[in-house]
């Protein structure tokens, strides 16, 4: 290699590297911490001050809503762990019928639309669900989805599939020849399991309990919906957003602070544990499935189904409630399409809007991921370093705090020529970046360096070295990562609310709008066709992905 | 490479741009007021007059902190029925116009200079008879404080709903004193499940989840007309007959298509949908839905909104320290 081509080689990359961190400084840390800084401002006087952060650890109603937090947070976590870890165990390790119907109904709890799973666990079993009357009949009283109880119910039903399906992931790429030696050792099977399988797929059950536990902290609409009177500090932040005073929302910032440290501390710690031990593993002894028979065989498949069938419970009753005959917001028994005639007036732009601001995301995030999981894999500076450490902080920051960011950051700034259609784009890009980074960034590493080495001692330009060569060996990884971006970013909600205006609203948006006004005909339709719209988009990544589970994740 | 990703960007983003580009003529209207509304009059008005409507909708709260973001540079030139002491309170974010036809608002309705009323909005109770277990239907204010309701009755927040406020406003204004009515509220305020929205209280109560909802007459006739098993009851006491207001946002991009669209729904036209749509009409020439009680029959407090706008930061911060206590 000749001077001029190293130098030229750091030249391209070293620019690249500046690029992505002034898009991520513009657009990522510049809003957050502007946000961040109202919550230590006064709300009166607009002076610096500690005081609403003594506020938090002072009153009783901030400190229950903490501790809801992490009560209803921690036995989400758990229960989804319960239920995922032994769906995964059986999949990978016994032969369990409809196999692929398993992992598809588990990714699309993962992709249904926000918010209206709450109402429908109501519709079944609320005080006059469905459910509960049904049991009534035989004198079963059971007891209501409402508390904090509900909330843990439907945090693991909702959750349970990003445990699930990494620890099958992990599972299936595990070496058998621990396993074997461990009972060749004298190990009866639960010792093996507890004292080898377990401590091996630890990395990757506790990076899926990690993600269920941030979710869980931030989500906004179950407590919201069944609390009743249960706060946690989601519901808490939102109140005091929605206040009509107006004025600085300095005790939403605040609390926001507080859930995101709670969340950070949590990854914190999972990275410490992971990093004390570390299992390499070489998939030349892959596991053998085992047929299991008799009752044991039938108790697992009606496990195995069972689970899947209960978490899309509530997804079947919005798509259910789109079809009853209406009369304005009452259904009114029997069935008709009232509810889609409704949403064809408006729904078309919001379809295309949707599609239109996610495509244009995904194109950035693609673009983007690519260039990054190059400089994180290939170049060990500094800057790469914390380029991968950003990269968690779109997954901690609420959606709320970040649009409000953009708003305060960007409206009427040189960057307002995007406009709000740009600004949503922007917004998308920022926060599922790096689901398309992750992504790209697992297909970069399997790939050895020598080939793009092998084009820039050839003559080629890094640029090009990088284009024709990395480019395409990564692809599936890069079409893996915009599919999962456009999956989430078609779905956002909490961001989107507060940036749109007449010309952009999306479906979520629309979805929420109708729930508040109690019309759930509407919601039904329009969550269905949203539904339709990334189920699509499941079975494109099914048909694209290698290894389709963990495309998800 | 990079600049061919640069020009990918800019061109979708310039494309984008150029797509939601504001066509003159186009009036950007931030509202509260529910869809069934909105589908009923917004065509009217653009085919009346040519001009594009813009909507945005979310709870006032969300609209009222957009404003105040956006103060620097406002993208709205109406905010379109809200509870008006939320525009009283805030009078830097509006501007004072006066809406063709105010000369024929019935009387009470004219309360502020800041605003134009759009609809009466009569205060009121859903009630679900089946879910009262065998319980009276609590006819007044006071019997909802009555601890047997506990955990039955369904209400918005009163910091982020303009109804709940004007329902807080409307008891402390129906008894004796103000205290009298805070004793009422707090037994009240014990017996709620709070609902993070106003649209969720009919819902609720129609569907056999709750026996009682605190609302708007207008939601409550929805569910009455759409066959559900509900009624509407008045309070005894007495109840808030208070206009919502619309108002011109300071600074509008398309002030005189803010004008004409506060016109217009003033008209008479406009006014008659109000009208079928379930609310009661402002103006003294249209007559109320005969599905209603006519509003003689209804005991009104003579709702003060001037003393409820005056006192909205004192009122809403009681809520919020007996909601600690109580809730």
Known sequence: MSLFHRLRHTDFWTRVTGLIVAVLALLLLFPILRVLMLGFVDADTGAFTFGNFVEVFTRNYYLNGF???????????????????????????????????????????????????????????????????????????????????????????????????????????????????????????????????????????????????????????????????????????????????????TMAVTVSIVMMAISMLALLAQRRILSKRRYASALTNPPVKQRMTGWRNTVMHVFCHG???????????????????????????????????????????????????????????????????????????????????????????????????????????????????GLLILLYFIRRLPYGVRSATSSLRQIKPSMEEAAVNLGAAPAKAFL??????????????????????????????????????????????????????????????LLVCTGACVYAVFRFAENRDSAFL | ?????KSTALATTLALTATFAFADGTVTVYTAVPQNFIDALVPMYEAETGNTVEIIKAGSGELLNRLTAEAGAPAADVLWSVDGTVIDFNPALFEAYEAAGSDMLASGMKQSEMWTPFTAVVMAFIVNEEKL??????????????????????????????????????????????????????????????????????????????????????????????????????????????????????GAPNAEGGKSFLDFMLSQEAQAVVAAEGRRPVRSDVASNPALVPLGEVNSVGYDSAWASDNRARLVEAWGDMVLDVQ
């Open chain 2, 1 to 5: 490479m990079k600049t061919m990703f």
């Open chain 1, 67 to 249: 501790k809801n937090s992490l009560f209803v947070g921690v036995l989400g976590t758990l229960g989804a762990c319960l239920i995922g870890i032994p769906l995964a165990f059986f999949t990978a390790r016994f032969h369990v019928q409809g196999q692929a119907w398993i992992s598809t109904l588990a990714i699309l709890v993962l992709v249904a639309p926000p918010f209206i799973g709450a109402y429908a666990w109501i519709m079944m079993l609320g005080s006059n669900g469905f459910m509960t009357n049904f049991f009534g009949l035989f004198g079963i009283e059971t007891p209501t989805i409402y508390g904090a109880h509900g909330i843990i119910l439907v945090f693991t039903l909702k959750f349970f599939p990003f445990i699930y399906l990494m620890t099958q992931t992990s599972l299936n790429g595990m070496n058998k020849s621990f396993e074997d030696a461990a009972e060749n050792l004298g190990c009866t099977p639960w010792q093996r399991f507890t004292k080898i399988t377990l401590p091996l797929v630890f990395p990757a059950v506790s990076t899926g309990a990690i993600i269920c536990f941030v979710l869980a902290i931030a989500d906004f609409g179950t407590p919201a919906i069944l609390g009743r009177g249960f706060r946690t500090l989601s519901t808490i932040a939102f109140s005091a957003y929605r206040s009509e005073l107006g004025g600085r929302p």
């Open chain 1, 307 to 421: 689970i899947v069938l209960i978490a899309m419970l509530p997804t079947l009753v919005v798509v259910y409630t789109s079809f009853l005959k209406t009369n304005g917001p009452v259904f009114i028994g029997g069935y008709g399409l009232e509810s889609y005639e409704r949403i064809l007036r408006t729904a078309p732009e919001a379809i295309s809007n949707s599609f239109v601001f996610s495509l244009g995301a995904v194109v950035l995030i693609t673009v983007f991921s690519g260039l990054i999981s190059y400089v994180i894999v290939r170049r060990e500076t500094a800057a790469a370093g914390a380029i991968d450490f950003l990269m968690m902080v779109p997954y901690l920051v609420p959606g709320v705090v970040m649009a409000i960011g953009f708003v305060t950051t960007f409206r009427g700034g040189p960057l307002d020529v995007v406009g709000t259609a």
């Open chain 2, 133 to 250: 277990d065998g319980l009276p239907v609590p006819d007044s204010w006071a019997a909802l404080a009555d601890p047997q309701y506990d955990e039955m009755i369904s209400s918005a927040r009163a910091d982020g709903s303009g109804s709940a406020y004007i329902q807080l406003a409307t008891v402390l204004q129906a008894f004796d004193s103000e205290e009298a009515g805070w004793e009422v509220y707090e037994g009240m305020l014990g017996n709620f499940v709070l609902s993070e929205s106003s649209g969720a209280v009919p819902r609720f109560v129609n569907d056999g989840e709750l026996a009682i909802g605190v609302t708007l007459e207008d939601a409550a006739l929805r569910y009455v007309e759409g066959g559900g098993p509900v009624q509407i009851v008045y309070p005894s006491e007495g109840t808030a007959i208070a206009p919502d207001a619309m108002a011109l946002v300071a």
């Open chain 1, 468 to 529: 024709v060569v990395t480019v395409p060996l990564i692809l599936p990884g890069l079409i893996v990562g915009a599919l999962m971006s456009f999956i989430t970013a078609i779905n956002e909600l909490s961001g989107t609310l507060i940036l749109y205006d007449g010309g952009t609203i999306t479906m979520p948006v629309q979805i929420y709008l109708a729930v508040l006004d109690g019309e759930f005909g509407l919601a039904g339709a329009l969550s269905t066709v």
